[in-house]
Structure formats: structure tokens, C-alpha cells
């Protein structure tokens, strides 16, 4: 996404004639256009620096960096403050995507390109403003993702493991879950009222904790369906399940598109999904029939993979449920791509159905992936997930107008991965340093607080990880404390904004307010608006 001016653009000119007239002749080495290699024969707006800049010696000009700064300088100045009504709201998530896992990510994707990396630019990074998400839980310092997402998309801070409820009710509390007054809706909900059309797409199960805050009342992130509800020895009628209140609560039934994976949630235990693979239900339940007998007639359409997606007539679909695994969709890395489409493609087809409304959508989407791929310290494959999830905003912002619609993209919480070191320039992000460590052995530049694997020898010395296969994507990165699964952490995390009112999100705030400033841009809600003329009126109410 761009941002030229009249302004900008004279700047520019006279800067290259200053060049010109100072005897270089190649000012078009400074910056280029690579494609994305995840989207075949089409140009992407991941914006990099030439990695060949050492050939044309231009990084050892002045003049290479003041262009660029001058050019950013221009970009700045120019941007003006977009006050208009966000008929559109799309919040992306990166589960897990913290500032360290940004950076990396953009070095990875540079360096697939050819690149020595770190000057890449990944696709949310361009836009105008960006801010500071603090992240803690009502009672942990650390949170889950489930408490994250009580606050990102219903606006209130909440218990660590329980879904849209307050913090009066503690994990496995269902008879405080079920007080209407401890009840949340989220922004889902407010847009649903406001006649938005509304969708959820993630590449988790479609039940799993931040997919399920935006519809679901749940005292614990884990009631995914009755047989997981009985293993907390608890009764399925007085704590209701997420995937059954997906398709028969009053925000989940209206979703005209819902797509990602854990299609065992919704399906009876005597009952094979497409796969091959036994449902999960106890209830005898098929989740997914009553949901197509409820909406074909109405221009509903179910698929179960990639054709299946890809050929569905958006014109003529109005609701779209898409389930592609029987868990969470696998890894990109390792996903069959004949079968299960990507986060980009899911998101394409959301906004071609959502767009269809003259009032405007709110569509929800969650690269849930990294975080996983980070708890089991494969840092290859969480930076592989935020690349695509980079790629998923992309095509977002090119099938939409920055003009009525607003896009933020953020994450939930922080993980231990840190890069650490003093590499040369443009080495492998997934290799090992350059420096050595005070044992005389390479350490790699990507490292975990704790995790899986120390690589420590009985003795106490490191292993020399040039004998192991770092390339291998299931290749477990060193870790310092021994834990079974890697950990959150607690620093905040980015907030990138564009569009609409998008200058809201530009200082250090509480996760919770996250909503709120997007419900103000889109005149949903029952909250301060743009729409409100009277503000005191409406502040005191």
C-alpha cells in the first residue's frame, strides 16, 4: 500500500536530479518490486531493498540512505487523517506474532526472494500507523489466548482460559457462565446488529480460543464439543459446547462465512468426515448437516477443500461454511495444497461474499498457526505462518478501498523467541550466528527463553549444532529452561492500522480498547461512535 502525494513525488524527482547531476547514473538500484513466491505469476507488495546493493556499492553511499529517509519523510507528511465511516472492518490476527517474530519473518521472506532479508518489508508493516497492545489478563501476567481475545474482540479484560464471559468467572464456573450478566458480545455481534454482514476464518479449528470469543460463551476455551465438556466431568446441557453454539447460537448462526478446520468438532463419534477421520460428538449430533439444512435453501454452500472453495460461485453464495481438516489445517510447509487452501485464499473468498453487502462487513482473521509452530520452537515454521499471514493482508488490501475500509492487524501475546547475536549481513535468519559463544561453538541467531529442547549435554556443554540438520522444518530451535511446550510472553505486542480512523491506533494502550476503536470507526455498537453527534450526550450514558 502506497501512500504518494503531488508533494512526495516532487521531492522525489528533485532528489533524483540532485543524483543524477552528482555523477551516479543507477538511482532505480535503491528500490525494487519482488513477487511473493507464495503467489504464483502475481506481483506482491512485499517492498525490499536490492540484496545486490553490495555489487552497485550503493548502501556505502550517503546518498542511498538519505534518499530512503527522505522518501519515508515524504510518506509521513503526507498521509492525512481519514475520518470517514468504515463501512468495512477486517481484523487480522497473528497468534503469537510477536516484535522478534515480525522481524525475522520479514528477514525470511527477503532472503527466500534472494535477498539478504532484513530490508524487507512484509505487507502490514507499510501501513500508516501503528501502535502498543499491553497484554496481560485479568489474572496472569502472561495470558492465554483466550482471555486475549475476551479483550481484542469484546472489549472487556478477562479470566486467562474462559470465553466471552467476565472476569467474575473463574475456569470450569459454568453456572456463573450462564448469568446473563456475565455474558460478552463481541464486535461480531455489534456489526451483526448494525446489518453487517459478518465472517470468521482462521487456520486453527474453527472452535479453538480466538476464533470462539467472537461468538461463544464458554467457562473454559477447551469445551470445544460435549465430549470435551464430560472430560472436565462436567454436563454438556449446563455448559454448552462452542461448535454448537457456532451453528445454533444467536452470533454463530449468523456468520455468512465461517472457514478453517476441526471438522471432528462438529460431527458425531459413529460419523467419518471427508478424510476419513471419526468425529468427536457423544451427542449424536451432525453439526454440519443441521447447519446445510438450515442455510442451502437460502444460498448456504458447505465445502470440505481447496476445489471446493475455489469453485463455489460467490455471486450466488450468501453463507459459507468451509471446514478443511478434521483438526487444525496443517503447517503450510507440510500442507497438501491440492487440498486445503491457503489463509490468503480463505481470505479472498470472504471478502468476495462479504463485500456483497451494501452495509458493509466485519470479517475476522486469524493466522493461528504461528503460535502453534512456536510452543513446539520451530521457528522455520512460525516464520513460514507469518508470511503467509503478511500474504493474507496483502490480498485484503487489494480487494478493498482504504477509503471505507479499516484494517488492523495485530497479535494476541508474545513468545520467548528472541534473535540475539552479530551476525553478518544477510545471514541465514534460520541458521547459526557468525560470532561464537564463550565455548567457542556457533549458537543459532534464533533462540527460546524455554522449550523443548536445550541441547545440552549430560556433562553441562553445548551440543555443536553444525552436526544437526537446521533446514529440516520440524527442526526444534535451542531452547534455555526445559519445558515440554514453549511459552507465552509478556511484552506487548504491535497494532498495525489503515484506514478509517486508523490514526486511533498510534500509542500504547490496554488490548480491551482494540474494539472499541474499531466499533468508533464503524458506527457499531452501542459505545461512542463517529456517528454520535452529541459525544458528551453519549459519554455520559
Known sequence: MQFWTKNSLQVIVFILLNYI???????????????????????????????????????????????????TLQDRLSIQMNRNIAKNIILFIGDGMSLSTVAAARTYLGQLQGNTGEETTLSFEEFPNIGLSKTYSVDEQIADSAATANAYLCGVKTNSATIGVTGR??????????????????????????????????????????????????????YECDADVMKYNQDPVECGDIAAQLINGPTGREFNVILGGGRSKFLPIDE????????????????????????????????????????????????????????????????????????????????????????????????????HAHHSTQSRKALDETVQLAEAVRVATELTDSSDTLIVTTSDHSHTMTMSGYSSRGNDILGLSTSLGGDKLKYSTLSYANGQRNYMTSSGTRLDLTKLDMEDPNFHFPSMVPLSSETHAGEDVAIYASGPWSHLFSCVMEQNVIPHMMAYASCVGDKLTACKKNYKEQRQK
Open 272 to 371: 467419518c468426515d471427508e478424510d476419513g477421520k471419526r468425529g468427536q460428538r457423544l451427542d449424536g449430533l451432525n453439526l454440519i448437516d443441521e447447519w446445510r439444512m438450515e442455510k442451502e435453501s437460502i444460498g448456504g454452500v458447505y465445502v470440505h477443500n481447496r476445489s471446493g472453495l475455489v469453485s463455489c460461485d460467490f455471486n450466488k453464495t450468501t453463507f459459507l461454511l468451509g471446514l478443511f481438516a478434521s483438526d487444525h489445517l496443517d503447517y503450510h510447509l507440510e500442507a497438501n495444497h491440492d487440498k486445503q487452501p491457503t489463509l490468503a485464499e480463505m481470505t479472498e473468498a470472504a471478502i468476495k461474499i462479504l463485500s456483497k453487502n451494501k452495509n458493509g462487513f466485519f470479517l475476522f482473521v486469524e493466522g493461528g498457526r504461528i503460535d
Open 21 to 71: 547531476v552528482s555523477g551516479n547514473t543507477r538511482p532505480d538500484d535503491a528500490f525494487e518490486i519482488h513477487s511473493n513466491p507464495y503467489r504464483d505469476n502475481e506481483a506482491s507488495s512485499h517492498r525490499t531493498k536490492r540484496s545486490s546493493a553490495q555489487d552497485h556499492n550503493t548502501e556505502n553511499e550517503e546518498f542511498f540512505w538519505n534518499f530512503g529517509a527522505q522518501l
Open 169 to 222: 468467572v473463574k475456569k470450569n464456573d459454568c453456572f456463573a457462565a450462564n448469568n446473563s450478566k456475565n455474558r460478552l458480545t463481541s464486535i461480531a455481534r455489534w456489526a451483526q446488529r448494525s446489518g453487517k454482514s459478518t465472517g470468521i476464518v482462521t487456520t486453527t479449528r474453527i472452535t479453538h480460543a480466538s476464533p470462539a470469543a467472537s461468538y461463544a460463551n464458554v467457562a473454559n476455551r477447551d
